[in-house]
Nanobody, 129 residues
Framework: QVQLVESGGGLVQAGGSLRLSCAVS????????MGWFRQVRGKEREFVAA????????YYAESVKGRFTISRDNAKNTVYLQMNSLKPEDTAVYYC??????????????????????WGQGTQVTVSS
């Protein structure tokens, strides 16, 4: 069973920064594509960022492009989301997700939640005005 544990969320002032971490259990992390999603009360879970299993490609929602950076450290089985210039509209529960079979897909759509088969429990990010 693959387990994902997010950390690093909290309360920050607008314009501030946070770095989220997602620790992934198991021995196959380097073969997983990873994504970050966020969800606000009353709204659907939305894509934030993703990184390919090879680490060679990254993807970002337009709303966070230029402010957020996704990265991974395969030696630590960890994916990160560096969030800079935070805005109140970034307030949400942030979820880490893993796609364990991305490397076998002819087409990968990282923005779709159903591409991922493992999810963390989420970490709250609150950005005050």
């Amino acid at each position: 069973q693959v387990q994902l544990v997010e950390s690093g969320g909290g309360l920050v002032q607008a314009g501030g920064s946070l770095r989220l971490s997602c620790a992934v259990s198991g021995r196959s992390f380097s073969m997983y594509a990873m994504g970050w999603f966020r969800q606000v009360r009353g709204k659907e879970r939305e894509f934030v960022a993703a990184i390919s299993w090879s680490g060679g490609s990254t993807y970002y929602a337009e709303s966070v492009k230029g402010r957020f950076t996704i990265s991974r450290d395969n030696a630590k089985n960890t994916v990160y989301l560096q969030m800079n210039s935070l805005k109140p509209e970034d307030t949400a529960v942030y979820y880490c997700a893993a796609d364990s079979v991305a490397r076998f897909k002819g087409r990968w759509t990282p923005t779709r939640t159903n591409e991922y088969d493992y999810w963390g429990q989420g970490t709250q990010v609150t950005v005050s005005s």
